[in-house]
Every structure is written in C-alpha cells, then in structure tokens.
C-alpha cells in the first residue's frame, strides 16, 4: 500500500470516534426530549442523515483505497480519485449538519449544497476507479 494511502486511512480512521461520539449524542437528545431536535422533524432528519451518511461513507472509503492502489491510474490521478472519495464523508455530513445548525431551524440553509458538492465528489471519484478497473 503506497504511502498515501495509509496517511490517508490514518486519518479516517481517526474519524471513527467522531462517528461514534455523534451517534452517542443524537441518541442523548433522543433520551433527554432535547428542545430543538425531538420536536423539530427536518433537523431530527437531517442530522439522522448527516451521521449515518458519516458513518458509512467513511467505511466505504477506507475500501475504496485498497482499489485505487490496484488501479493502473497515474499518481497524479489516483491522487485526485483519492481526494474525490475522501471528500465525500467530509462535505455530505457537512452539509447535512450545518444546514440546520440552529434549533429553530426549519428548513435546510444553503449549506445543504454541501451534501450536494459532497455526492459529485463522490460519484467522480468512484466512477473514474471504476473504469480504471475494467
């Protein structure tokens, strides 16, 4: 495994904790009737949405670097598919969370681009490995 993909797991992994303090903290707000979260359903949705899109896009990119490795891309290229894929499970949680960062927020800012930014990143890192594949 190339150097930058094991920096690069490195930080993910460091990650997880985060996920999981995330899960602990929705689950509290669940448990102690937060105001601002149970009776209010788009940031209760959105922040649901948020961490589970964390959590498994994390674990989906620590896969993907194994292939990227294998793919015959140039460096310079599987620089930017590694990037591509990375920069999902930051920017779609992002937008997400910071969407609805206020308690009386009951619709989704302009930073829900966020989420979106984060899907093209995705869907132009894994398709470019994809193909690389073949």
């Known amino acids: 495994m190339s150097p930058s993909t094991l920096s690069t797991a490195g930080v993910l992994l460091i990650t997880v904790p985060g996920v999981a303090y995330g899960g602990v903290t ?3 707000y669940l448990m102690r009737n937060v105001p601002g979260y149970n009776d209010n359903p788009v940031r209760r949705g959105l922040w649901r949405a948020g961490h589970a899109h964390a959590g498994v896009l994390v674990l ?17 290229v599987k620089t930017l598919v590694r990037t591509l894929i990375v920069a999902a499970p930051i920017l779609m949680p992002l937008g997400f969370f910071l969407s609805v960062v206020r308690p009386s927020d009951t619709k989704p800012s302009r930073l829900i681009w966020l989420t979106f930014a984060g899907g093209l990143s995705l869907a132009a890192g894994t398709l470019t490995l994809g193909v690389s594949l073949l």
Do not use: E, H
Not at 62 to 75: G, R
């Open 26 to 28: 929705l689950l509290t």
């Open 60 to 76: 989906f990119s620590l896969v993907a670097l194994l292939y990227i490795d294998a793919s015959p891309l140039t460096d310079g």
